[in-house]
């Protein structure tokens, strides 16, 4: 698959959801079931429970945001991810209004021992922002962004897009690191990392993080800063959703663009190796500005080509020096790189909210674009319009921050190393998922670790994936959510 099919999603609300809450509340169905019926929901131990009409009732009248079930009319569009393959239907679907409401549901879930998701901009690979049964706290809604131009910071809603900071900081020639398609969630993406083409010289979107509103299991809404809840702090910065809901981030942020260099060289099948080949060893001496990613096949009619994206965010002239010898280096059979706004780059692969595609994917870190690397890949692996390859850069800034400093622990190695394939029907899920599997067993030896926004490996290679910062997360896990509550993400278990 390309890049370009890897098109943005996060899920918009209907049209309901333009309109203030009290309108929507009054246009909204009755969230409740019939007088006197109970609602079926399950448990996080996944034993079902029946909560009394009464109840829901009650929740959604101390909800400012709206209370979904499933026969309200715009429940099956509001349950959608932008992966298509995960459909599931919770119980009951809390559309958040702010912190407000974040903690009214969390209470509510734990009290009830409800399972438990949390959804910011819903493009969760796995699914993780989706729950069967239990409660759904969608902050899907809450989009909201102020830049603070002086103090060079952007305070940002917990169910924003990318292009939402992007747009607002761009305003002011500001930016800060985000993902590479512009309606990804900023939560999500940031509280696992957040790699995108300013990693490299400003650090991971986590490594950019200020502080944080957090409403933890217990209900309460927490400042977390280096000063305030420093533990809690340090524990989202790569340790996913695991601590509690997001309500609003607050960025740093630097000078980016308006103008960045960008754009692709595309090589053709029979400059592949060498292509591989100069590009690790440019690589190796590039400048922080310069980030460069492959991909490689999935297309139909691109069968083979190789792609390499670059963008360079600093001085235009001192770009155009840095890229003259990787754009004479071998053979292209296409080179579209150009001055452009850093805003277009940022929007270049973004497709629609919600795809139409089932898409999975496998990851992994890997240290370096070995010689070995490249055979495994060319010869065992073998891209094709089905399967594509993409290998994203990192090293840089990423590496300057300690493995211990922030909760997630891989900082030294230099690509990620992602495969994957998407596709039109659900009944070739399981047989395109094994061909996948087939082909990452190939290079698997190759990684190590791997990015928890992107794979759901089973616990033990969840467990051993923290690394060094096991132990603490686990501690901290067990002080602030005993119950597991937050659980679906790279699951720090509490005991
Ligand atoms: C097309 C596509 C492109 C991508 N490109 C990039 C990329 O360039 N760089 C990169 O680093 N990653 C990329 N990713 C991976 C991306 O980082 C993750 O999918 C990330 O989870 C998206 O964030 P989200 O808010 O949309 O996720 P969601 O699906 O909403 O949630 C993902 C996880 O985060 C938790 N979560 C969500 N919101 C909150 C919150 N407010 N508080 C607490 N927990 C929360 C959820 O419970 C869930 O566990 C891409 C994914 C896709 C599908």
Redesign the pocket.
Known sequence: MQRRE?????VIGGALATLPAPLMRAFAADPAPAAGAELQAVTLSGKPTLIPAAAVKEFGANLRGTLLTASDADYDHVRR???KMIDRRPALIARCSGAADIAHAVSFARERELLV?????????P???MCEGGLLID??TMHGVRVDPVARTAQVA??AWLGDLDWEAQQFGLATT????SN??????T??????WLARRHG??CDNLVSAD?VTADGKLRHVSKTENPDLFWAIRGG??NF????SFEYRLHEVGPKVLAGDLVYAPAQTRDALEYHAHFAASAPRELSADFSWGGAEGEDGDLTLSVCYVGDLKVGEKVLQPLRAGVKTRADTIHAQDYLAVQRQ?D?PPL?SRN?YLKGGYVADVTPALIDALMNEVKPNAFLSIILEHCGGAISDVAPTATALAHRSEQYQLLMAASWTDAADNDVNRAKIHAAWDKVSKFTSGF?V??NSPDQKAVDDNYGPNRARLVALKKEYDPANL?R??ANIRPA
């Open positions: 890897f098109c943005k999603s996060a991810l932008w992966n998701a949390v959804r910011g901009g819903g493009h969760s690979f699914g993780y922002s902050l899907s917990g169910g985000l993902g590479q398609i990804t969630g900023v939560a999500g993406l509280l696992g990392g957040g790699y995108g991971l979107a957090l996913g959703g509690g809901v997001v309500s692969f497709g795809s898409s990015y926004n992107l937050f679906l993400n």
